[in-house]
């Protein structure tokens, strides 16, 4: 009876053990089996949400009320450490299949449409907070400049070396925006000054702050995360 | 006649299955629960599965579609082959009685026979499996699946729905396995298929 327990308890060992051992997407360059099959799954993933995704579902709105104060700061660095961009010198730079890739003055995109919502920001973490944002839509935007909305992918660089990218059906949802403002004040600094992207349908780190260049590809252009192991498309 | 065995193999290989699926999502999901505690403690990480955050949810992601899968087979299965009259019916005049029983170790265990308190048990743990996806899913996608999401209370409620739903898995199994340490011959059974006597 204590030769079974034994082995049982080695069995179970063994079962918890084998996928500890490394496997853990820790080391990008070089993937063991288990990275590898974790790599497929969530390609297959990517692809299970695109085709899960519904253009004329919209995320839930939120009231002025329900609004998440004091706001809740999250970057890859700490808060002292957030670079200040120059409102008056901006410019967002263009790049990939864009008919017009002249640069974009913070004032050019002010003069635009805009458009505001109040949504829930979700961690890939588990937290949730709630915060207004107001901004240029990203499909009446990429039209505006003449951008191929056939290709598959809209990819961002910002200031302080994030960059991230996001499926071009997602780009063109009608709460997609480039955002100007965060709780009825032009951004700060902190909460992605001068301009940065809101997409409700997505997890937060989908949302890049801080943006200098934006560029359409069918070239897949990663992300800061999720060249790290986290999933790509990590919609809502 | 042909000798009947008690756990037929299809049974034994989603019984594995699921072991290895639901070892996975609770040590993986520990993981993504430490990252953001929704009570004031965290699970070590030696009991954990993917190292960090995006190796956990890759591992969470993956083998949610085993244990789906693995559910809709033994769903399909259970119904096609009778399996599930097993698991009824739960009176609970009688599971009081072999509840009593077992604590008083006067329970026999009959080989291929489901005792009242097993098959509460079961039926409990494999609602709580359905809980578990359903709640899961309203978590990954509170967007698109947003029905899902209301259902359980919205996207703040659903993390709490979806970590009760494992506690009540993790009991669960610790009592599954106390029973099969105490009456041992139970395990051979489920590996080889076992003869009826």
Redesign the interface.
């Known amino acids: 009876?204590t030769k079974?327990?034994d082995l049982?308890m080695r069995a179970m060992a063994l079962?918890?053990a084998t996928?500890?051992a490394?496997?853990?997407?820790?080391d990008p360059d070089h993937p063991d089996l288990a990275d590898k099959?974790?790599?497929m799954?969530?390609a297959?993933?990517d692809r299970v949400?695109a085709a899960?995704?519904?253009p004329h579902?919209?995320?839930?709105t939120f009231r002025p009320d329900q609004i998440t104060q004091p706001p809740r700061f999250n970057a890859f660095y700490d808060i002292s450490q957030v670079l200040v961009i120059d409102p008056a010198t901006y410019k967002l730079e263009l790049g990939g299949q864009i008919a017009d890739k002249t640069p974009w003055t913070l004032t050019q995109l002010n003069a635009l449409p805009q458009q505001g919502q109040i949504t829930?920001l979700?961690?890939?973490?588990?937290?949730?907070v709630i915060g207004q944002w107001a901004g240029v839509p990203l499909a009446y935007f990429l039209r505006r400049v003449g951008a191929d909305l056939t290709c598959r992918y809209v990819a961002f660089r910002c200031a302080d070396g994030y960059y991230s990218s996001i499926d071009m059906a997602s780009a063109l949802h009608p709460q997609t925006i480039l955002a100007l403002q965060f709780l009825g004040q032009p951004l700060t600094p902190a909460f992605g000054a001068p301009v940065r992207l809101r997409i409700?349908?997505k997890l937060g780190f989908k949302n890049p702050k801080q943006i200098m260049q934006l560029a359409v590809t069918n070239i897949y252009p990663g992300g800061y995360?999720e060249d790290?192991?986290?999933?790509w498309f990590s919609?809502? | 006649m042909r000798e009947q065995v008690i756990h037929p193999w299809p049974l034994r290989l989603m019984h594995w299955v699921n072991?290895?699926a639901i070892?996975?999502m609770i040590?993986s999901g520990w993981q993504?629960?430490d990252?953001?505690p929704l009570f004031g403690f965290t699970f070590p990480s030696a009991?954990t599965?993917?190292?960090?955050?995006?190796?956990a949810?890759?591992?969470h992601?993956?083998c949610m579609?085993l244990l789906v899968l693995n559910g809709l087979a033994y769903a399909a299965w259970s119904l096609a082959s009778g399996h599930y009259r097993k698991l009824l019916p739960i009176r609970p005049r009688e599971v009081w009685h072999d509840f009593t029983a077992a604590l008083t170790l006067k329970l026999r265990h009959e080989r291929g026979v489901y005792n009242a308190v097993q098959r509460l048990l079961y039926v409990v743990v494999l609602l709580a499996g359905l809980v578990a996806v359903v709640s899961g899913l309203a978590?990954w996608?509170?967007?698109?699946?947003?029905y899902l999401c209301d259902l359980c209370g919205g996207?703040?409620a659903a993390?709490y729905v979806h970590f009760t739903a494992m506690s009540v898995i993790s009991l669960f199994i610790a009592v599954h396995?106390i029973l099969?340490?105490l009456v041992?011959r139970t395990?051979p059974p489920m590996l080889t298929g076992g003869r009826l006597p």
Not at chain 2, 141 to 146: A, I
């Open positions: 009876m079974r327990r049982l079962g918890l996928p500890l490394g496997c853990d997407l820790e099959f974790l790599h799954m969530s297959w993933n949400q899960l995704f519904d579902t919209l995320a839930p829930r979700v961690c890939v973490e588990g937290w949730r409700p349908t995360w790290q192991g986290y999933n919609g809502s | 072991a290895f070892i996975m040590g993504i629960y990252a953001s009991i599965v993917g190292g960090w955050l995006a190796g949810i890759a591992w992601l993956a579609w978590i996608k509170p967007v698109q699946l947003w996207y703040f993390r396995l099969v340490a041992p395990l």
